[in-house]
């Protein structure tokens, strides 16, 4: 258990849709990262959040939109969804504000997201 | 903008043998971090193991172990003993270094090399 938690495990849609995927970082964490991948492909960065502010931003589409709130747990949104959306969009956490840091990336067990 | 590579798609190897995985990056930065990550079919992601670019010696994680060529920016991952659990894609990651004031930086991944083990 990595200590990170993605809701919902599984989602399915039609197109056009809005969807909203949360995560909550390991305690202590103050940057979250969010992932996708696409059937047997690699992972594509999309965004990172520190500490409430966005820092770096990937192949994010502009119908994908992403915040980090104060209690540091993290949202994605991805709307007018499309079928090349169906995707696994992983969340990971890092920087942890009471022990070192390792460099690691702890990831979230994914959400899987099926558009129809 | 930093890269990885990973030019084999798919390795097989038989149970109990030796088998290497490869992968190549591409930084002008002299310190940074390095990652094998494991993903099963369960599609979690699982750290394998760590290298810190300024450390010369190789990491060692009980059966896994890696070879870092830092001049050839060579990063490969070498399983010993190959158990039907290693069955996995694997993917190489590449990390800049922390920086305090804009917070961490993300991984950059490679496509992966899906390991199958022949019993």
């Known amino acids: 258990d990595s200590g990170v938690t993605q809701t919902p495990k599984h989602l399915i849609t039609a197109t056009g849709q809005r969807v909203t995927l949360r995560c909550s970082p390991r305690s202590g964490d103050l940057s979250v990262y969010w992932y996708q991948q696409s059937l047997d492909q690699g992972l594509q960065f999309l965004i990172q959040y520190y500490n409430g502010e966005e820092r770096a931003k990937g192949n994010i589409l502009e119908r994908f939109s992403a915040q980090q709130f104060p209690d540091l747990h993290s949202e994605l949104n991805l709307s007018s969804l499309e079928l090349g959306d169906s995707a696994l969009y992983f969340c990971?956490?890092?920087?942890?504000?009471?022990?070192?840091?390792?460099?690691?990336?702890?990831f979230g067990e994914g959400s899987r997201l099926t558009v129809l | 903008a930093q890269t990885v590579t990973q030019s084999q798609p798919e390795m097989s190897v038989q149970e109990a043998e030796t088998v290497t995985l490869s992968c190549t990056y591409d930084?002008?930065?002299?310190?940074?971090?390095l990652f094998w990550y494991k993903q099963p079919p369960s599609r979690q992601m699982i750290l394998v193991i760590r290298q810190e670019a300024y450390k010369q010696q190789n990491a060692t994680e009980n059966r896994f172990s890696v070879n870092f060529q830092k001049a050839a920016k060579s990063f490969s991952l070498k399983i010993s003993d190959s158990q039907l659990g290693d069955a996995a894609m694997y993917f190489c990651?590449?990390?800049?270094?922390?920086?305090?004031?804009?917070?961490?930086?993300?991984?950059?991944f490679g496509q992966g090399t899906r390991l199958t083990i022949n019993p």
């Open positions: 990651a590449y990390r800049s270094p922390d920086m305090i004031i804009q917070g961490a930086q993300k991984l950059v």
């Open positions: 930084t002008s930065e002299s310190d940074y971090y």
């Open positions: 990971a956490s890092s920087v942890n504000r009471h022990t070192a840091n390792t460099g690691e990336l702890f």
